[in-house]
């Protein structure tokens, strides 16, 4: 089994930068999806953007796209989601997760990790 854990997070501002992780502490992350969630206080959890197991496709929510990157090192077995001209309404605890195929159906993803928030401000 796979135990994805996030990390990176933090407060930056308005049009910085920020690279969260996404490693797995049991098995590798080799012919696994992962997909990035964010859920803001009072709101519901909506797909980020994520990768396919072989990283051949990556897919992201419009509000990112241009914004926003995946990448994997297979060697690290680590996901990064690198976020870039961040805006205050990134604001959101961010979840990896891990399943059979990229989608952005949460329901589809059976590993969850515990989130990483991050505070965009003005």
């Known amino acids: 089994q796979v135990q994805p854990v996030e990390s990176g997070g933090g407060l930056v501002q308005a049009g910085g930068s920020l690279r969260l992780s996404c490693a797995s502490s049991?098995?590798?992350?080799?012919?696994?999806?992962v997909g990035w969630f964010r859920q803001a206080p009072g709101k519901e959890r909506v797909f980020v953007g994520g990768?396919?197991?072989?990283?051949?496709?990556?897919s992201f929510e419009d509000s990112v796209k241009g914004r926003f990157t995946i990448s994997r090192d297979d060697g690290e077995n680590t996901v990064y989601l690198q976020m870039t001209r961040l805006k205050p309404e990134d604001t959101a605890v961010y979840h990896c997760?891990?399943?059979?195929?990229?989608?952005?159906?949460?329901?589809?993803?059976?590993?969850w990790g515990q989130g990483t928030p991050v505070t965009v401000s003005s």
């Open positions: 997760a891990v399943g059979g195929r990229l989608t952005q159906e949460a329901k589809k993803y059976v590993y």
């Open positions: 049991g098995r590798t992350f080799s012919y696994y999806a």
């Open positions: 990768i396919s197991w072989d990283s051949r496709r990556t």
